[in-house]
């Protein structure tokens, strides 16, 4: 029968639940661990900065 190769039954409904939140947690770490990596980035461009600052501001000539 046609109808029944192509409805879902309640399992097959669960089944794909079941895999859809197993993909969404994969998801959702991936973008935890993403999350930490451009945080560690962010606060070591944040120091360099600060650092190359620091060194332009002790080139510039000091009161004459």
């Known amino acids: 029968d046609h109808a029944s190769e192509t409805l879902a039954t309640k399992a097959d409904l669960r089944e794909l639940e079941l895999r859809l939140e ?3 947690a994969q998801l959702e770490q991936k973008i935890a661990d993403a999350q930490t990596g451009l945080i560690k980035w962010f ?5 360099a900065q600060a650092a190359a600052i620091v060194a332009l501001i002790k080139l510039l000539p ?3």
């Open 22 to 24: 197993a993909r969404f």
């Open 43 to 47: 606060t070591g461009i944040m120091i």
């Open 62 to 64: 000091g009161p004459s």
